[in-house]
């Protein structure tokens, strides 16, 4: 006879079996194990099926007579952690390979008590995040004379000059991505005795379009009124087109 964890289950498992004994016709089969699968959107299902697959590979090509995936025991799955530890994966892969386990075993009433709150399994999260915790590069930032040079630069530059390096220090002053500014419509960046204003009507967490207002500070570490100097410029460019740049 084979290894356990080499058996795949075969047609008749258990959800199958519950449906095919509701139902009357091949229509409420199909409905009801539609409405058994449907409860997760298809991309989810997708990725949890995939990393089942992942780690009955792991088994079948590197495993024991002691693991197994049909029930997925606890230590299987932390074996299979501690192999991917060393690739330098990311903090979020441990739940997402919990996940799939136990949405998988659920679909074929398997029991999940072995890896439902196993301890090992947090403290790999734990060890993987304090990794790449170290690993982490500090990014640079610009000095505050840096900044200074920059808003010097606003009083000589030529035209073109003022309107990019203008953007620039929006940038710092409003704490927005490049592409939160560019996704800004120029008729609605306003420039108020204490700020400029505008709304972005796509950012990276705002992608369907609702608009999501900013405002960047006129403060100058020289006394330099770069926005007031930057605006006409940009007004004078103003179009309707839906891009400030």
């Known amino acids: 006879a084979e290894p356990e964890h ?18 009357t016709s091949e229509d409420e089969r199909r409905e009801l194990l539609h409405l058994a699968i449907g409860k997760v959107v298809w991309r989810t299902i997708r990725a949890h099926v995939y990393n089942f697959l992942r780690l009955e590979y792991f088994v079948l090509t590197e ?16 074996r299979y952690l501690l192999k991917l530890k060393h690739r330098g994966i990311k903090p979020t ?66 035209r073109m000059e003022i309107l990019y390096m203008g953007c620039f220090l929006i940038q710092i002053m409003a704490s927005l991505r490049f592409d939160d500014l560019i996704h800004s419509a120029p008729e609605l960046v306003v420039l ?3 700020a400029l204003l505008g709304i972005s009507w796509q950012t990276k967490v705002d992608r369907k379009r609702r608009g999501t ?8 570490f020289t006394g330099i009124e770069w926005m007031k100097i930057w ?13 400030s740049i």
């Not at 008590?113 to 790999?124: F, G, Q």
């Not at 207002?213 to 100058?220: F, M, N, Q, V």
């Open 6 to 23: 080499k058996l795949r289950p075969g047609t008749e498992i258990p959800l199958l079996t519950t449906i095919n004994a509701a139902a």
């Open 63 to 78: 495993g024991t007579p002691e693991d197994s995936v049909f029930p997925v025991r606890g230590a299987t799955l932390v």
């Open 93 to 158: 892969v441990p739940a997402s390979m919990r996940s799939a386990c136990i949405w998988v075993s659920r679909c074929f009433e398997m029991p999940t008590a072995s890896i439902d709150a196993n301890p090992l399994i947090s403290a790999i999260t734990a060890a993987i995040t304090e990794a790449r915790t170290v690993d982490l590069v500090e990014k640079k930032v610009l000095s505050v004379e840096q900044i200074m040079k920059l808003e010097r630069f606003m009083e000589k530059g030529s």
């Open 192 to 194: 108020v005795s204490s």
């Open 213 to 220: 207002k900013w405002a960047g500070s006129r403060g100058s």
């Open 231 to 243: 605006m006409p410029i940009f007004a004078s460019m103003l179009t309707t087109r839906d891009y």
